[in-house]
Nanobody, 128 residues
Framework: VQLQACGGGLVQAGGSLRLSCAAS????????LGWFRQAPGKEREFVAA????????YYADSVKGRFTISRDNAKPTVYLQLNSLKAEDTAFYYCAVSRTWNRDGVDLYDDPEKYNYWGQGTQVTVSS
């Protein structure tokens, strides 16, 4: 399994970026997908997730209304559109695949332990 993330870079506050994560070696169309980020000295945190069908989408409160997650099963690739970027969005962004994030009827989409595969990450730096 390989997850190749790209699209990061240096952008001014208020700007936009589009992250992509191309997958290979897995079914993808039946997998749940997520994006996490980690800033220096901080723990990895959940950003956004989309379930296998694309019907259920989740966002961290800190990015809601600014970021958009989407998927293209034909490619197969997961995207994260980052708009209205802030300095506090600066971090390494990781894509991840979860075979199942449901436990006892609860979708644990924000739990890194529920993800089976991780990409190498792409750096996003927002200058203020």
């Amino acid at each position: 399994v390989q997850l190749q993330a790209c699209g990061g870079g240096l952008v001014q506050a208020g700007g936009s970026l589009r992250l992509s994560c191309a997958a290979s070696g897995l079914t993808f169309s039946t997998d749940n997908l997520g994006w996490f980020r980690q800033a220096p000295g901080k723990e990895r945190e959940f950003v956004a997730a989309i379930n296998w069908s694309g019907v259920s989408i989740y966002y961290a409160d800190s990015v809601k209304g600014r970021f958009t997650i989407s998927r293209d099963n034909a490619k197969p690739t997961v995207y994260l559109q980052l708009n209205s970027l802030k300095a506090e969005d600066t971090a390494f962004y990781y894509c991840a695949v979860s075979r199942t994030w449901n436990r006892d009827g609860v979708d644990l989409y924000d739990d890194p332990e529920k993800y089976n595969y991780w990409g190498q990450g792409t750096q996003v730096t927002v200058s203020s």
